[in-house]
């Protein structure tokens, strides 16, 4: 399991920290990816979908689709937390962006 510390931190700067960098602040979550339970990973996950429903530009969000990717490929459970990045528009993303939403949806429908 990740530190509880650990991975509370890493959320409430995700939320609440203003000047930091997203990108990078996002891709932290995948320094762990073995460490965490599903649990948390589910919670992650339903964290940064949130998140890129939300807006986010596109460096953070291409952090986020990553992550979300990693996260699911270590914990499958954790890709119900993820279904609603499958119904967005996708084509004014970045060709890294669509493809690790791409990977993310083809989990969700396993083909």
């Known amino acids: 399991m990740v530190e509880a510390s650990y991975l509370i931190t890493t959320l409430v700067r995700c939320i609440r ?3 930091f960098d997203e990108g990078d602040l996002l891709d932290s979550f995948t320094d762990q990816l073995g460490a965490y339970s599903d649990d948390e990973a589910y919670l992650v996950v339903w964290c940064l979908t949130r998140m890129v429903i939300d807006g986010l530009s596109a460096r953070p969000r291409e952090a986020a689709l990553h992550a979300m990717a990693e996260l ?3 914990h499958p459970s954790a890709l ?3 279904h609603g990045v499958c119904r967005l528009d996708r084509s004014r ?3 890294s962006e669509v493809e690790y939403a791409e990977t993310i949806c083809r989990n969700a429908t396993g083909s």
Request: no cysteine; glycine share 8%; charged share 15%.
């Open 80 to 82: 119900q937390a993820a």
């Open 17 to 19: 920290e203003v000047g």
């Open 72 to 74: 699911i490929e270590w």
């Open 93 to 95: 993303w970045t060709a």
